[in-house]
């Protein structure tokens, strides 16, 4: 079970506004930066946000992060049919049991 | 463009000793604001941080395989390595190594290696 927790599924038509988010505590996402990467099916992950909302060259500003206390967001806006895929949030770990990176269970988003 | 190329064998018995090396291109690994880790990913499941190595050699590996991760690095060959020792089943996953890089005060994993799977299987 994984500590960052993410709902396993989203979904949304064409067009549309998605959300997903992302829960931690405070020795990770409370206190550190999170990162979100996206898996097209098959392939390996790719960086899509850094810094809470920063975005890598050539990554669509229809994606977007936000963090609030323990929690963060990825929102994708303008929704396509490339977008069908798995995220999976991230953040730095510095609990008392040891430094660890973390990610989360990851959301399969359907494009409808 | 900076690639990353995981290599190793794709079969290990029960017990033994998994072993990949992933080969960095287009960039050196010695260089200073960079880290090299290993992520393993069981089918169907999420993602799982094994530990890092920094140019100079140092460690941090995930608490909860501390004891049975090594990972080192050649800057002679620009290749760093995993070693998980007495392997079960449950290791059974595709093996991803990636960059991870401080930029603007932030860190994250950039790029990732296409990925190895390993099965553990008698």
């Known amino acids: 079970q994984s500590v960052l927790t993410q709902p396993p599924s989203a979904s949304g038509t064409p067009g549309q506004t998605v959300t997903i988010s992302c829960s931690g505590s405070g020795s990770n996402i409370g206190s550190n930066t999170v990162n979100w990467y996206q898996q097209l099916p098959g392939t390996a992950p790719k960086l899509l946000i850094y810094?809470?909302?920063q975005r890598p060259s050539g990554v669509p500003d229809r994606f977007s992060g936000s963090k609030s206390g323990t929690s963060a967001s990825l929102a994708i806006s303008g929704l396509q049919s490339e977008d069908e895929a798995d995220y999976y949030c991230?953040?730095?770990?510095?609990?008392?049991?040891?430094?660890?990176?973390?990610f989360g269970g990851g959301t399969k988003l359907t494009v409808l | 463009q900076v690639q990353l190329q995981e290599s190793g064998p794709g079969l290990v018995k029960p017990s033994q000793t998994l072993s990949l090396t992933c080969t960095v291109s287009?960039?050196?690994?010695?260089?200073?604001?960079?880290?090299w880790s290993w992520i393993r990913q069981p089918a169907g499941k999420g993602l799982e941080w094994l530990g890092r190595?920094?140019?100079?050699?140092?460690?941090n590996y995930s608490p909860s395989l501390k004891s049975r991760v090594t990972i080192s690095i050649d800057t002679s060959r620009n290749q760093f390595s995993l070693k998980l020792n007495s392997v079960t089943a449950a290791d059974t996953a595709v093996y991803f190594c990636a960059r991870g890089l401080y930029s603007e005060g932030f860190t994250s994993h950039d790029p990732w290696g296409q990925g190895t799977l390993v099965i553990v299987s008698s």
């Open positions: 810094g809470h909302n």
């Open positions: 190595v920094y140019p100079s050699g140092s460690t």
């Open positions: 287009g960039v050196s690994i010695s260089s200073g604001n960079y880290y």
């Open positions: 991230a953040a730095w770990d510095d609990s008392l049991n040891g430094l660890n990176w973390l």
